[in-house]
């Protein structure tokens, strides 16, 4: 799927650390979802290229098998030249400037079989985010998520399986039942350093109406919907954009009215409106038209997951490759996960509809 016309000029709603009656407080001057204080202003971008999701984000991986993760960004030396900046590989188990947090404490170090519980993990750079006194910044006590996400252009991968036994998924919290849908997600990185983890909701810049997320910037990369209604079905995923430009932009769901026996076995990504594959890699023009209703039929198996964010053609692309099927526009990048790749190889990226009309 490939989102274009990504960014506008605007604002979300953004938490700091001033008292009651403050002037600075120009979006919200009361409580949080606990009764505590919350001051938050109108945080503005002037740009169009990709805007908020130009600011720094947080990769969230929840009930899935993860195999490894590499993020390329532009060079700061070299325009033609974007290189790996963060990895993860499980035959080592140790990232390199990756973390991974579920408590209170990043790790480096993962096994990478996140599939055995319900917990969200959050993943980000090593280094941490430096708020300051919190005037400008809320500065929340949580070292385990006050880390840098990526801000800029992005290209993340991912190896992954979402091949499991739904009954094998434990609980996070050890209660209840688990929730063994696989999601995974980019989240504006503030949402989750000031909004604690989101559960702030009365107090946190994911949205400015009451409307689903147009605020700070949310992606839903890959969500498989179980939550026992109608809208529901473990055998397909959704993928939604939302953000303060648009509001909430794809997201669509194939529920319980679909089945994926319907399809044939090559199929990956489909119309949930007309029940048909499509032809061409679908293409989602944000406030503009989009092709259909897409959505994707779980894969079984391995598969990469490719996004990119790129500010210089205002795109965002989120593409599953097979890693018997890479496709000659992804070689540069699949399966060699290289240390470098020519911006070029981005373009062609940029380019690529799977599937490839024929």
């Keep these: 799927m490939t989102f274009t016309n990504v960014g506008a000029p605007g604002f979300w709603p953004r938490r700091i650390n001033r008292p009651s009656g403050d002037p600075a407080c120009d979006y919200k001057d009361g409580t949080d979802t606990w009764g505590g204080r919350c001051c938050m202003k109108k945080q503005t971008s002037a740009s169009d290229r990709l805007a908020p999701f130009d600011e720094e984000m ?3 991986l929840k009930a899935i098998d993860v195999k490894q993760v590499a993020v390329y960004q532009p060079s700061a030396t070299d325009a ?3 290189g790996l900046v963060s990895a993860w590989d499980r035959r080592t188990k140790v990232g390199q ?10 790790v480096a170090e993962s096994e990478g079989e996140l599939q055995k519980s319900d917990c969200v993990w959050y993943l980000a750079q090593t280094s941490p985010f430096e708020c300051g ?4 910044y809320f500065c929340p006590d949580d070292p385990g998520v006050n880390r840098r996400g990526w801000s800029g252009s992005k290209l993340f991968v991912i190896l992954t399986s979402m091949t499991f036994d739904d009954g094998a998924v434990e609980s996070c919290n050890g ?3 688990a929730h063994p849908g696989p999601w995974v997600a980019l989240v504006a990185s503030e949402l989750i350093r000031d ?6 909701g009365a107090c946190n810049c994911y949205s400015k109406t009451g409307s689903v997320g147009d605020g700070c910037g949310e992606i839903n990369l890959f969500e498989v919907v179980m ?4 809208y529901s079905n473990r055998e397909f995923a959704s993928t939604g954009v939302r953000s303060y430009q648009a509001g909430h932009v794809g997201g ?8 994926r026996d319907a399809f044939a076995p090559d199929v990956d990504v489909l119309d949930a409106c007309t029940k048909k594959a499509y032809a061409s890699g679908p293409e989602i023009v944000v406030g503009g038209k989009s092709d259909g209703c897409p959505v994707w039929r779980r894969p079984t198996g391995d598969r990469y997951l490719v996004v990119l964010l790129d500010e210089t053609t205002r795109t965002i692309q989120v593409s599953l490759i097979h890693p018997a099927n890479v496709p000659s526009a992804a070689a540069p990048l699949l399966p060699s996960l290289p240390s470098a790749i020519a911006r070029s190889a981005v373009d062609s990226l940029v380019g690529l509809r799977l599937p490839a009309a024929k």
Excluded: E, M, P, Y
Excluded at 133 to 136: A, L, M, V
Excluded at 227 to 230: A, F, H, S
């Design 252 to 259: 669509n769901v194939c529920g319980t009215g679909c089945s």
């Design 175 to 177: 209660g209840g039942n």
């Design 80 to 82: 033609a030249s974007w």
């Design 58 to 60: 947080t990769l969230i």
């Design 227 to 230: 939550d026992g209604n109608q």
């Design 133 to 136: 006194d919190g005037r400008d």
């Design 97 to 106: 400037n990756l973390g991974f947090t579920q408590g209170k404490t990043q």
């Design 195 to 200: 909004g604690a983890r989101k559960w702030n």
